[in-house]
C-alpha cells in the first residue's frame, strides 16, 4: 500500500539557517513525489514536484528537494529561511503503477515550520 | 483568471441539516478532487471525478455524496449532517494523473462547523 510519512510534527529554525522538512514514502512502484504548503486560512499551493530526471528538484520561493530512492525520501530544504516561510508543509506521493482511486495522491500529515527572527 | 474558487468560505449547520459545497475551476482541468482537512490528520480524499458525468469514491466517502455535471464545477452534498463532519473542505482540479500533468491546484477552503 501506498503511504506517506513526515516524521516531525513542527520545525522550529532560526532566520537565516538552513531548513529541512522530511519526508518519507512507500509505494510498490515508481513514485510521483509533491511539496505544498499552506499559510495560515488559505488553500494549499503547489512547491514542487518529482516524476523523474535529475534528483534534485528546485522549486517555487527558493525551496528544493531531493529525491533519495535507496533510503525512500523526499526532504524540503532552503539554504537560507525566512519569517514568512513559517507556514504548514504537506508531502505527498503517487504510485505510478496504478491507476483509479489507487493512483490517487496520498498526503502525508503536515509538518509545521516556525521561523523565528 | 481565477483558478479554484470555493462557496461559501464558511458555514454552520445543525446535526441533520443538508448542504451543498460548491467548487468552480476555470482552467479547463479534466481532474476534480474534494478533500477534507483535519488536525493532525493531513488532507484525506472524499470524492473525485476524471472528468464531466463522471465521480468516484476516495478514501473516506461516507455522508457525502457529488456530482459533476458540468467540467468546471464539482459539486460536494451532505444530505444529512453530523458533528463528525466538522471539518476544513478543500477543492482541487488538475489536468490528469499522469506525469508532468498532475500537479493540482487547491481552493481557499470551507470552513464547516456542525453543530
Known amino acids: 500500500a501506498q503511504s506517506v510519512a513526515q516524521p516531525e510534527d513542527q520545525v522550529n529554525v532560526a532566520e537565516g539557517n538552513p531548513l529541512t522538512v522530511k519526508c518519507t514514502y512507500s509505494?510498490?512502484?515508481?513514485?510521483?513525489l509533491f511539496w505544498y504548503v499552506q499559510y495560515p486560512n488559505r488553500g494549499l499551493q503547489f512547491l514542487l514536484k518529482?516524476?523523474?530526471?535529475?534528483?534534485l528538484v528546485k522549486g517555487s520561493y527558493g525551496f528544493e528537494a531531493e529525491f533519495n530512492k535507496s533510503q525512500t525520501s523526499f526532504h524540503l530544504k532552503k539554504p537560507s529561511a525566512l519569517v514568512s516561510d513559517s507556514a504548514l508543509y504537506f508531502c505527498?506521493?503517487?504510485?505510478?503503477?496504478?491507476?483509479?482511486?489507487?493512483?490517487?495522491?496520498?498526503f502525508g500529515k503536515g509538518t509545521k515550520l516556525s521561523v523565528k527572527p | 483568471n481565477a483558478g479554484v474558487t470555493q462557496t461559501p468560505k464558511f458555514r454552520v449547520l445543525k446535526t441533520g441539516q443538508s448542504m451543498t459545497l460548491l467548487c468552480a475551476q476555470d482552467?479547463?482541468?479534466?481532474?476534480m478532487y474534494w478533500y477534507r482537512q483535519d488536525p493532525g490528520m493531513g488532507l484525506r480524499l472524499i470524492h473525485y471525478?476524471?472528468?464531466?458525468?463522471?465521480?468516484a469514491k476516495g478514501e473516506v466517502p461516507d455522508g457525502y455524496n457529488v456530482s459533476r455535471l458540468k467540467k468546471q464545477n464539482f459539486l460536494l452534498g451532505l444530505e444529512s449532517a453530523a458533528p463528525s463532519q466538522t471539518s476544513v473542505y478543500f477543492c482541487?482540479?488538475?489536468?490528469?494523473?499522469?506525469?508532468?500533468?498532475?500537479?493540482?491546484?487547491f481552493g481557499p477552503g470551507t470552513r464547516l462547523l456542525v453543530l
Open positions: 482541487a482540479s488538475s489536468r490528469r494523473t499522469s506525469g508532468e500533468q498532475e500537479t493540482q491546484y
Open positions: 509505494v510498490s512502484g515508481n513514485p510521483y
Open positions: 518529482y516524476i523523474t530526471g535529475d534528483n
Open positions: 505527498a506521493v503517487r504510485d505510478s503503477n496504478y491507476g483509479g482511486s489507487q493512483g490517487n495522491l496520498i
Open positions: 482552467m479547463n482541468h479534466e481532474y
Open positions: 471525478s476524471v472528468g464531466e458525468g463522471t465521480t
